[in-house]
């Protein structure tokens, strides 16, 4: 994993500085949805090799929650976003 | 050729020339009864006990590199059974008396020694915890006993029993636990398959899984399509991928945990010692090294290689538990992929597809439940339905609401 991320608030900081939650692909359903759609968000994860995109804390600094974008095979890092601006809130 | 004193005498006196290889290197038949995906620990051993305890031997472990490179060479070697909740123990139960039974069972010697594991606990809420975990094994028929200071000083005098935020004021003791040589156990479980009739296919990848009616019928690999009665899938880390030629989606992140081991040494550490303040665990090896680890890295990982922050923190709470150690030099060290679940208990159960026999989510633990996994696995292929000590490690758990969650961090695999 890449030591340095570049916050879009706070420039590159040490990885160490944020929080992983872990997959930011799946969308939490409405509160009434099934219990399928409600099992597939909390638990079944795609879990692919390569290309993924995260969600990040930036717990030691802005506090804002990013979206990485990187690589967990190679662990190269594409971008970093807010995820406001990604379109989606954070759980 | 089955290993004894005397066979070691008689090819002492040969000029050692008539040693045989430990296994065959056959070719793919066109179709198996049953294939088992990954030729790791759980693989291995799972082909091994269809072949042993349920009368199936036309069957062929499929591994894309070469046997056991996976995490069964990369892992701390420790063998224990204290869990703490019904749906685990008495697998782990299991798997520590097979355990105490595998050198003879396999004629390989795995270099099983007990030699205990002793948990730390650092204040009164942790020693509440540790007691109830210790009741929880007796319930379970395991033997556990509690440490208090005095006895820990005089067993362990090299601790930082007077640390100023994380002193030492007890531990829980398994005297069963202990280590094994981890290689040699795939080895043994390899040679005990083969012998057994079972073909081990090594540098061969799965590249697909094919269906017909929805029913799996075999896999498409880099040496070609085999047939298969019946699949099974024990790939580790690599189960989610796996898993997606077939269409599953798995309650499973893919993880990087390292592990450590130091220049050799006397003999200094005579148990596995944890450490209750992080999550750090240490045992001597029998060549002298010191091996050691802790938590996971903590982001989504397939790469055997993981970050140098971790391993740093891993040093701290090492050199925090035993301050000696930091005048040790570290030799090397390594990283592993392991199938996070999303309760940190393992899955060894059907799919919804005919035919498709999964075992994964084995998170940082699959070492020790080799044994079990195997038996449980197999008895679960050969015979349709679980074994009894394995009857809650169900893929369906997490939607049917029961999960596992031995350290109650939720569905969060990197907590884990």
Known sequence: MASLISCPHCGTRPKEEFFIRGDANPVRPAPMATDEAWNDYVHLRVNPRGRIREHWQHVAGCRRWLVVERDNFTHEVFAVTDAAKAGEGAR | ?416
Request: glycine share 12%; net charge neutral.
């Open chain 2, 1 to 416: 050729m089955r290993y004894s004193a005397l066979s070691i005498l008689k090819q002492a006196f040969a000029g050692n020339l008539g040693w045989k290889p430990a296994w065959r290197e056959p070719e793919p038949k066109s179709h198996y009864d049953v294939i088992i995906v990954g030729g790791g620990g759980h693989g291995l051993a799972t082909a091994y006990y269809l072949a042993k305890e349920f009368g199936i031997r036309n069957v062929a472990v499929i591994e894309k590199g070469y046997l056991g490179s996976g995490n069964v060479g990369r892992n701390t070697t420790i063998v224990r059974s204290n869990y703490m909740l019904p749906g685990n123990e008495p697998f782990y139960e299991f798997s520590l008396k097979l355990w105490e039974g595998l050198e003879q069972a396999l004629n390989y010697n795995v270099m099983l020694s007990q030699r205990g594991i002793i948990s730390l606990y650092h204040n009164d809420g942790q020693r509440d915890h540790y007691t109830r975990r210790g009741n929880a094994m007796m319930m379970e028929g395991v033997a556990a006993e509690q440490l208090d200071r005095e006895t820990l000083k005089k067993m362990l005098p090299f601790l930082n029993f007077d640390h100023a935020r994380f002193p030492i004021i007890g531990g829980l003791l398994q005297k069963r636990a202990g280590t094994a040589r981890h290689d040699a156990v795939a080895w043994g479980f390899a040679r005990g398959a083969d012998r057994l009739g079972v073909d081990l296919i090594q540098n061969c990848e799965v590249t697909g899984i094919r269906r017909e009616n929805g029913v799996v019928i075999g896999v498409e690999t880099t040496k070609g399509f085999i047939g298969c009665n019946r699949l099974g899938l024990a790939a580790a880390g690599n189960s989610s991928r796996v898993g997606a030629m077939a269409g599953l989606k798995l309650p499973l992140e893919s993880h990087v945990l390292q592990a450590f081991v130091t220049e050799g040494l006397k003999p200094c550490i005579d148990h596995v010692i944890t450490y209750g303040a992080g999550h750090f665990y240490i045992s001597q090896s029998d060549k002298g090294g010191l091996v050691f680890g802790a938590e996971i890295d903590g982001y989504s990982s397939y790469a055997q290689r993981g970050n140098l922050a971790t391993a740093e923190h891993v040093m701290e709470e090492g050199v925090t538990m035993i301050p000696g150690l930091s005048r040790v030099r570290v030799l090397r060290s390594w990283g592993g992929v392991m199938d996070m679940s999303m309760d940190g208990s393992p899955i060894i159960d059907k799919t919804p597809i005919d035919n498709l026999y999964l075992n994964c989510g084995w998170c940082y633990g699959g070492f020790k439940a080799t044994p079990a996994s195997g038996f449980c696995f197999a008895h679960l292929i050969a015979k349709g339905e679980s074994h009894h000590v394995a009857r809650a490690l169900r893929l369906d758990r997490f939607e049917r609401g029961f999960p596992i969650d031995e350290a109650g961090a939720g569905t969060q695999p990197n907590l884990h």
